[in-house]
């Protein structure tokens, strides 16, 4: 919701929050969505380092999303 602006301003802190709320309940959507935004730098600075470690867990937990993700940055680096 708040990533997107769904219904409400769009605001990358608290969609962070949330997520990282929910990817601390092993939640592999939210691990992703974290990895995404690091990935792309939206709310918070660019960081391959930590969108990899996301996706590595959340792919770790069968996002397999994630673990094209992960596949992909590592490739590119």
Not at 8 to 27: F, G, L, P, T, V
């Amino acid at each position: 919701m708040y990533e997107e602006g769904e219904g409400i301003s769009q605001d990358y802190n608290m969609a962070m929050k949330w997520y990282q709320d929910s990817a601390d309940q092993d939640d592999a959507d939210a691990q992703y969505r974290i990895g995404v935004l690091y990935a792309q730098g939206k709310g918070i600075s660019k960081n391959k380092l930590q969108a990899q470690q996301w996706y590595q867990v959340a792919c770790n937990n069968s996002n397999s999303r994630s673990c094209t993700a992960y596949s992909k940055l590592t490739l590119n680096q």
